[in-house]
């Protein structure tokens, strides 16, 4: 894919701050500290389009960047770790959660987890819920630049164990650091713009 333009449009809570142009989404989900912004940031060669954080949880609204403007990337709030209260936690899960389930625009989703540890609990409800809601859903396993490439077999099925993905299940590695994974992630991600 070729990035003529990407920029940031809007932070949003309530569908009615979302974006009303009726063009494609791509959401991007993930534990605070699997590197969504990273990702985000790389697959747009910018490096700060996505602000990235050294504190987990930083994104806490939804975040809307159009791409070429012909589409746009959804940030979502991390999960899992954020320093915040049971109350924030709970109002963030439930706009994510009706962004996901009622956004008629969403394409895919971009389920983010770390390659170096077995998917956490939180990881498995959102998971669960996303199959559950039969939503498109592409699993990405960041940081591939953390493990060597002898133990990532053992990672991956680590993952799709938990996961329940079986032997083949499709995950893509993926490195910032080296661009690992992003042509075969843009694949996918223009596959269901394609099919919009």
Not at 12 to 25: F, I, M, N, R, S
Not at 37 to 66: D, E, M, Y
Not at 88 to 109: A, H, M, N
Not at 125 to 151: E, G
Request: hydrophobic content about 40%; aromatic content about 10%; glycine content about 6%.
């Amino acid at each position: 894919m070729k990035i003529k333009s990407s920029e940031f449009v809007t932070s949003a809570v309530k569908p009615e701050q979302y974006p009303d142009t009726g063009l494609p989404e791509v959401a991007f989900v993930g534990r605070s500290n699997v590197g969504k912004s990273s990702l985000l940031n790389c697959l747009i060669n910018r490096k700060k389009l996505a602000l990235t954080s050294g504190t987990p949880g930083k994104t806490r609204l939804v975040n809307f960047f159009i791409i070429n403007d012909a589409f746009y990337f959804v940030d979502l709030p991390g999960y899992g770790f954020a320093r915040v209260s049971q109350e924030t936690k709970s109002s963030w899960g439930q706009f994510v959660e009706s962004y996901l389930q009622d956004r008629e625009p969403l394409k895919l989703i971009v389920f983010l987890v770390d390659v170096r540890h077995p998917p956490s609990a939180d990881d498995l409800v959102m998971y669960r819920w996303l199959i559950h809601f039969n939503l498109p859903t592409v699993i990405v396993a960041t940081k591939a630049d953390k493990i060597s490439r002898m133990h990532r077999p053992k990672h991956m099925k680590q993952i799709r164990d938990s996961l329940g993905l079986g032997v083949e299940g499709p995950i893509i590695l993926f490195s910032v650091t080296t661009g690992e994974g992003k042509d075969e992630l843009w694949q996918r991600i223009n596959q269901y713009l394609k099919s919009s």
